[in-house]
């Protein structure tokens, strides 16, 4: 996962569960970048939308070209098949933190390793409410 536009860059790298949902993997970033999921989220790849479909009021947002998918029920890996796939996940709307996540390899779960585990990471991750890429 790779935070756009940080220079130096910021970065984690995770291992998840091949059934881990997006939802699952939204609790893995805020925890991984020590954010407090106090903001909207969505991940998007294509015209696909995958959130909390409570976020979205029909009043408020239309769906002309996209397709909205509940992050609680959908795996990761029915997007992120293959090395190098990748989704961007947005965070705040406001500060509109965006991270590219992609799917470095698939690897056999290692007995004895609690899942999921952040192998590698550079820097500190922006805190919260501090204006997006500029105000970091």
Request: proline share 5%; glycine share 6%.
């Amino acid at each position: 996962m790779l935070l756009e536009g940080t220079k130096p860059t910021v970065y984690r790298t995770i291992e998840i569960p091949e059934n881990a949902t997006f939802f699952d993997l939204h609790m893995v970033i805020q925890i991984t970048f020590n954010w407090y999921d106090a903001h909207l989220h969505e991940f998007r790849k294509n015209n696909l939308l995958i959130s909390d479909p409570e976020f979205y009021d029909d009043d408020m947002y239309e769906f002309e070209d996209e397709k909205l998918v509940d992050e609680n029920e959908m795996q990761i890996s029915e997007i992120l098949q293959s090395p190098k796939d990748k989704i961007k996940y947005l965070y705040d709307f406001g500060d509109s933190w965006e991270l590219s996540v992609s799917l470095e390899k698939i690897i056999d779960a290692k007995e004895g390793v609690a899942y999921p585990h952040c192998i590698r990471g550079k820097r500190c991750a922006p805190p919260e409410d501090v204006g997006g890429v500029w105000g970091f």
